[in-house]
Every structure is written in C-alpha cells, then in structure tokens.
C-alpha cells in the first residue's frame, strides 16, 4: 500500500512542478485524505516527500534552481498534509505548524540534497579514477605482451640468421668444391698436359693453351660472382644507383623479369651505411619476387620526400599473407624480418603490402642526417633505368 501511494505522490509531485496548476495542487490535497485512509501521519508523508525529491527531482536540475524547487514543492507538501494537520489540530494551529514543518523539511532537504551531490560526485571521481586506472593496466598489459612477443621475434630471428648463415656458408663450400676446386684440377691437369706434349709434339699447342686460358676466365669469373654477391664493390666505388643498376640488369637477364629503376641522385648523399640497407632490402625484394610472386614486371622507386629517402619495390605478381608470413616458423619469414630488421637498425620504416590482383609493395623510409638536408636540397635529378 506504501509502496504505491509513494509512486502516486511522486508522480503528482513532478506533475506540480513541471505544470504547477490548481488541479494537481487539488490532487495533492486528495492524496492527504488518501493518506489518512492509509493511516500515514504526517511524519511519514514529509519523509516520503524528502527522498523523492533528493534522489529523484534535484539531481536533474542545475543547482541554481534547485531552491526555488524546493519551495514549489513545499506547497505541494503543505497541501498534502493539510488535511492530516486539521484532524489533529485547529485550523489556525495546523497552519501555524505546517509553516514550521515545511521550513524545516526545505531546510533538511537542501542539506541532504548537498550531501548527495557531493557523495555522486566523490562516487563520479572515483569510477573516473578506476576507468583510468584499468585503462592504464590494460594499456601497459599490452605493451608487456607486444615487447614478450618481439622479444619472442627477435629471439627466433637470431636463430633463422645463424641457420641462414650456416646454410649460406654451406652452399659457398659446395660451390667452392664443386666448382672452382673441380675448374681448377683441371687446369692442372690440362697444365700436365701441356709440359707432356711440349716435349713430345708441339702440334696442338696452341689449342689446349687457348682451352687452358678459358678455364681460368671461367674460374675467374666465379670469383667475382662471389664477390659481388658478398658484397658488391661497385656499391663503394660507384654508389648506391649503378650497384642497382648492375644488380637488377643480371636480376633480370637471369630471371626475365622485367624491372623499371627510378631513383633521384640525391640519394647518393645517404650516408653508406643506410644505402646498403638500401641496397640489401632491393636485393631481397627481387630475390623474393623472383622466388615466389611469378612476376612479368618490378617497378624499383627511390625518390625524397621531406627530409627522407622513400624506396618502394612493387610487383604484378601473385599476393600473399603478410600477417601469416611474419608470424610463421622457419625460413619463410626470415626474408621480410631480416629486411626490417636492417631498416630500423639505421632508424628508418619498414613496410609490406600484398593484395590480390595488386601484387605486393614493399615500402622503405629512412631519414637524411640533419648535416645534409642543405646540401641534398642542390640534388634534384632522378635517374631512370630500364632493365630486361
């Protein structure tokens, strides 16, 4: 019965002071008979009356009119009680305590209604503390995971390296064997020849000489195969453009790739250090390209915007998952770590995009030192080379 009466009055209390019209002061007053009725005294109506407006009229009106409700509502009150009042009391004594009741009961409800703003507001600080407070757990809970897994990347990566590096030094062993060893045996041998036949017939001579002299060109030109795979010397002698020149003219004759070189002069104002990443990551893309996209044609782009050298390698070949590529085991990663790897280590960008019917960018940003940016601004030329 209480529990109804209280969303009865309530529901007229906020009609009043929404409205404040004759007729819902009329229902006020026919709520008092009701309250009787429900032998509520007037103790529990102001009781009533209090919580409903501190917890739900006030905190909905800005605090500058929040006095100026509580005296509305106050003769909402008055009205209410007023026939609770004159049963126990004469007229004039009723209307002498409904004064004294609605002056306290105004005063009790702006007290209460402060403490409340302050015990929401205190209550809004703290769950403002806690949302930042588990932001910040779950934010360093992150970063504590990204750093454990590229401590985890960098730990397999070092592995990969020391394979790759074995299995490289494998191969050049099988080379050296296999093929210099064997081109060399047989210059001795044919040497052998030569001192036998000087002194017995001096009649095809010439020939096996001649014969002899290709062998050594041959092993000769092994030699330098090697070393330009090692590391090219017209890189430091030359500069960053006709080593990748050179490279991508037998990259393609080898594979029938065919590549487009376009790079700016200015590059070769890099420091040494950074265009050898340069150079190393161009070398692994088209490896790379010529291992597995089954492309027709590579555009090679080196070019500066700002203060930095942008290099993009982009294919028409076939796509693949980058995701799935770095986070995979074994070798089939350790081209594209390896090449980002070299590129932050000189503190540059390193990125890879791969789309079906798109083939695969990669895509490099290393920075100019602050010593040269004078200098490169004199360096706007751009080379362009094609090679089949």
Do not use: W
């Not at 209604?113 to 929401?120: D, F, G, I």
């Not at 050898?276 to 291992?291: G, I, K, M």
């Not at 540059?348 to 019917?357: D, L, M, N, Q, R």
């Amino acid at each position: 019965m209480k529990q109804k009466y209280s969303r009865r009055y309530q529901a007229g209390l906020q009609a009043y002071l929404k409205q404040r019209s004759g007729a819902h002061l009329q229902r006020a007053h026919g709520m008092g008979r009701q309250a009787l009725t429900a032998g509520l005294q007037t103790l529990d109506i102001a009781k009533l009356h209090e919580q409903i407006l501190v917890s739900k009229v006030l905190p909905d009106h800005p605090a500058g009119k929040r006095a100026a409700l509580i005296k509305q509502a106050g003769i909402f009150f008055t009205e209410a009680i007023t026939p609770i009042e004159k049963i126990h009391r004469g007229t004039h004594e009723a209307a002498v305590h409904l004064n004294q009741i609605v002056e306290m009961l105004s005063q009790r409800t702006v007290e209460l209604a402060a403490s409340n703003l302050e015990l929401l507001q205190e209550i809004a600080q703290r769950k403002a503390v806690e949302t930042a407070l588990k932001k910040s757990e779950r934010h360093y809970s992150e970063l504590l995971e990204r750093s454990e897994r590229l401590q985890e990347q960098l730990r397999q990566l070092s592995r990969q390296i020391l394979s790759a590096q074995e299995e490289e030094r494998k191969q050049i062993s099988r080379e050296l064997h296999d093929v210099i060893a064997q081109t060399l045996t047989g210059i001795n041998v044919r040497l052998a020849a030569l001192k036998k036949e000087a002194a017995l017939n001096t009649k095809h001579l010439d020939r096996n000489i001649a014969h002899t002299q290709r062998l050594v060109e041959k092993s000769v030109d092994i030699v330098h195969r090697f070393a330009r795979e090692l590391r090219p010397a017209v890189l430091d002698d030359l500069g960053l453009i006709p080593a990748l020149h050179s490279f991508v003219k037998i990259f393609s004759k080898r594979t029938h790739v065919h590549v487009h070189l376009k790079a700016f002069a200015g590059i070769e104002e890099l420091e040494i250090a950074k265009r050898t990443v340069l150079y190393r990551v161009a070398q692994e893309a088209l490896n790379n390209v010529s291992r597995h996209a089954q492309a027709g044609r590579v555009e090679l782009n080196i070019q500066k915007f700002h203060s930095a050298a942008h290099m993009e390698i982009k294919d028409d070949g076939k796509s693949f998952q980058v995701e799935r590529t770095l986070n995979a085991k074994g070798n089939k990663r350790l081209g594209l770590l390896g090449m980002r790897e070299r590129v932050e280590m000189v503190g540059g960008t390193f990125c890879v995009e791969s789309a079906p019917g798109h083939g695969t960018s990669v895509r490099v940003e290393i920075p100019f030192s602050k010593v040269r940016k004078s200098t490169l601004k004199k360096s706007g030329k751009e080379t362009t080379l094609e090679c089949i």
